[in-house]
C-alpha cells in the first residue's frame, strides 16, 4: 500500500513558525527545502493529491495545473500580497480558496522604498562603491553631489496601504505629495495627499514611486510615453512588481539621461537583471527584499499557515483573496 501523502505542501523553504502553527493544528505537512521554485512538472507531482499548498511569488499555478489538482485541494496560501502568479478567478470557480498576506508588509515596505529615494537621490550607492573600491582621496566640494529629498515633489502611483504608508513618512521632509490611484476615497484620510491625474503626477514629481499590483491594466504603465513626461532629474522608484515598467525603454531614458536615476528593488524577469541596468552609476539595484525584515516575513508566514488551517477546518480564511 502507498504510503500516505501530507495533507499540505510547502513549495519553497520558509520560517519555522509554519510548521509551529500546522503541527499545533494537527496537520502533516511536506517542506520543499530550497529558495528557487520547482520546475513545473516537479510542482504539478508535488502538489496533485494535497488538501493545501503554501507557495511563494516564484510558483506559477496556472488553470490546467489548477484543474488537475482541484479535487483535492482547498486552499492554496501564497506568502505575498500579490497574486498575479495565481490564476484566482480559475481557482475560484474550482472552488479553491486563494489567500495572500495583506497588511503585513505594509509599514516594511514603505521603510524600504524610503531607503531606496534616499539612496538613489543621495547616490550613496555609487559613493560606496567609490569608497570601498579605494578611491576616496579625502573631502571634496564637488563630489557626489546628488538631489534633495526634503521640499521636493513626491508622486506616488497607487493609493493603497504601501502607497499611503510611504506618503505619511514623506510629512517628516515637508515633501509636496502627489497621488494617482483608481480609488481615491480609498486613501482620502491622508490629508496631506493631493490626487491628480497620471499625466500630471508625472510632470510634477521629483520622485515617482510605484505601488500598483501587476495586472493587465498595470503592465508597462511606466514605458518610452511616461518616461517622456517625466522631468529629466525625476527618480523613478519600484517597489511593486518589475513589469510594472518596461525596462528595456528604463534603461534607454537613464542612459540618455532623460530622468535622472532609479531605485528598483524588482525587475521584470526576475531574478535576471539586464547588464546595461547593473552599469549604470544612477541605478540603486537591490534583489527583491520590499519585505524583508525577519518580523514581517515570520508574520507573512504565520498569516499564510493560518490561512491553511481554517481552510482545512472547512472555514473560510480570513484572508481570501
Known amino acids: 500500500m502507498a504510503a500516505v501523502r501530507p495533507s499540505v505542501y510547502v513549495t519553497q523553504r520558509v520560517l519555522d513558525v509554519v510548521g509551529h502553527v500546522l503541527t499545533e493544528h494537527g496537520i502533516t505537512f511536506e517542506v520543499r527545502d530550497e529558495e528557487t521554485p520547482a520546475t513545473p512538472e516537479a510542482l504539478r507531482e508535488a502538489v496533485v493529491g494535497r488538501r493545501g499548498v503554501i507557495c511563494q511569488i516564484r510558483d506559477r499555478f ?21 497574486v498575479d502568479h495565481i490564476d484566482v478567478e480559475a481557482a475560484r470557480g474550482l472552488g479553491i480558496h486563494v489567500t495572500n498576506t495583506p497588511d503585513a508588509l505594509t509599514e516594511t515596505t514603505a521603510d524600504l522604498t524610503w531607503a531606496l529615494m534616499l539612496a538613489a537621490a543621495r547616490r550613496l550607492g555609487e559613493a560606496e562603491r567609490f569608497v570601498r573600491a579605494g578611491r576616496w582621496t579625502g573631502w571634496g566640494l564637488t563630489q557626489f553631489l546628488g538631489v534633495d529629498v526634503h521640499s521636493a515633489t513626491l508622486g506616488i502611483v497607487g493609493g493603497g496601504r504601501i502607497g499611503m504608508a510611504v506618503a505619511r513618512r514623506a510629512s517628516g ?31 510634477e514629481s521629483d520622485f515617482v514611486s510605484l505601488h500598483v499590483p501587476l495586472s493587465p491594466q498595470t503592465h508597462h504603465m511606466i514605458g518610452d510615453a511616461q518616461l517622456q513626461m517625466m522631468k529629466a532629474t525625476a527618480i523613478l522608484i519600484n517597489t511593486a512588481r518589475g513589469p510594472v515598467v518596461d525596462e528595456t525603454a528604463m534603461i534607454r531614458a537613464l542612459q540618455e539621461g532623460r530622468i535622472g536615476g532609479a531605485g528598483l528593488d524588482v525587475f521584470e524577469r526576475e531574478p535576471a537583471v539586464p547588464e546595461a541596468l547593473l552599469r549604470l552609476d544612477n541605478v540603486v539595484a537591490l534583489p527583491h527584499i520590499g519585505s524583508a525584515s525577519r518580523g514581517t516575513r515570520e508574520m507573512m508566514c504565520r498569516m499564510a499557515a493560518e490561512s491553511v488551517v481554517a481552510a482545512l477546518r472547512g472555514e473560510r480564511p480570513r484572508y481570501v483573496v
Do not use: Q, W, Y
Open 62 to 82: 496556472d488553470a490546467a495545473l489548477l484543474s488537475e489538482i482541484a479535487g483535492s485541494c482547498k486552499v492554496i496560501a501564497t506568502i505575498s500580497v500579490g
Open 173 to 203: 521632509f515637508r515633501m509636496n505629495v502627489l497621488c494617482h490611484t483608481r480609488d481615491p476615497g480609498r486613501a482620502r484620510a491622508e490629508n496631506a495627499v493631493r490626487f491628480v491625474s497620471f499625466e500630471t503626477l508625472l510632470r
